[in-house]
Nanobody
Framework: QVRLVESGGGLGQPGGSLRLSCAASGRIIFSVETMGWYQQAPGKQRELVASITSDGTTNYADSVKGRFTISRDNAKNTVFLQIDSLKPEDTAVYYC???????????WGQGAQVTVSP
């Protein structure tokens, strides 16, 4: 069993920043997993916006390139998502998960709500 716990969401103003964290625990060898952050905006499907491989290679959806930064701390089994230059369209619930062959691996956590509003 693997547990994923997202935190750090909240209310942000346009142009501001937020940093999300996701701590993994249980039967996971975190350091070898590719980890991803997923965004689920109101009324939309959950989609991958950022990923980081075990060696630190990162990838981003075009919609967030230049504003989102994914990073990881393998010693703490934690992956982070820095969101800069917040936009109202960043309003969503953000989830993390491990990825293999293009699919998420574990059960979803509760997510972190990000709301961007003046």
């Amino acid at each position: 069993q693997v547990r994923l716990v997202e935190s750090g969401g909240g209310l942000g103003q346009p142009g501001g920043s937020l940093r999300l964290s996701c701590a993994a625990s249980g039967r996971i060898i975190f350091s070898v997993e590719t980890m991803g952050w997923y965004q689920q905006a109101p009324g939309k499907q959950r989609e991958l916006v950022a990923s980081i491989t075990s060696d630190g290679t990162t990838n981003y959806a075009d919609s967030v390139k230049g504003r989102f930064t994914i990073s990881r701390d393998n010693a703490k089994n934690t992956v982070f998502l820095q969101i800069d230059s917040l936009k109202p369209e960043d309003t969503a619930v953000y989830y993390c998960n491990a990825r293999r062959r293009g699919q998420h691996i574990y059960s979803w956590g509760q997510g972190a709500q990000v709301t961007v509003s003046p």
